[in-house]
């Protein structure tokens, strides 16, 4: 079954950490881009960090020095380390790739994306 899965999330307290992954079944994620959205109760969904099929990273203002993206071919996941969490980072997070497109696409750092997967849910919180 191609599908993307992400897994990582929790409840964690301001200035903690998490390790979100986004695993790939059925397709080889290091020949796509990937991108981490996320979308809190009652706002818009937004991007969070992309790497693109050449390893050419792109973050939202609002996480620069505290996300990083990279890639993990030999798990065919592409991970998102969050440092620094803050309530405001409260969401669920979501991966997507540019390996196919359906109804639902966005468009983030120059990037198409239109696969996706269920997501996982990051709470900050004391």
């Known amino acids: 079954q191609v599908q993307l899965v992400e897994s990582g999330g929790g409840l964690v307290q301001p200035g903690g950490s998490l390790r979100l992954s986004c695993a790939a079944s059925?397709?080889?994620?290091?020949?796509?881009?990937v991108g981490w959205f996320r979308q809190a109760p009652g706002k818009e969904r937004e991007g969070v960090a992309r790497?693109?099929?050449?390893?050419?990273?792109y973050y939202a203002e609002f996480v620069k020095g505290r996300f990083t993206i990279s890639r993990d071919n030999a798990r065919n996941t592409v991970d998102l380390q969050m440092n620094n969490l803050q309530p405001e980072d409260t969401a669920v997070y979501f991966c997507?790739?540019?390996?196919?497109?359906?109804?639902?696409?966005?468009?983030?750092?120059?990037?198409?994306?239109?696969?996706w997967g269920e997501g996982t849910q990051v709470t900050v919180s004391s």
């Open positions: 997507a790739s540019d390996y196919g497109f359906g109804g639902d696409s966005v468009v983030f750092g120059g990037t198409y994306f239109g696969f």
């Open positions: 059925g397709f080889t994620l290091d020949y796509y881009a």
């Open positions: 790497i693109s099929s050449t390893d050419n990273i």
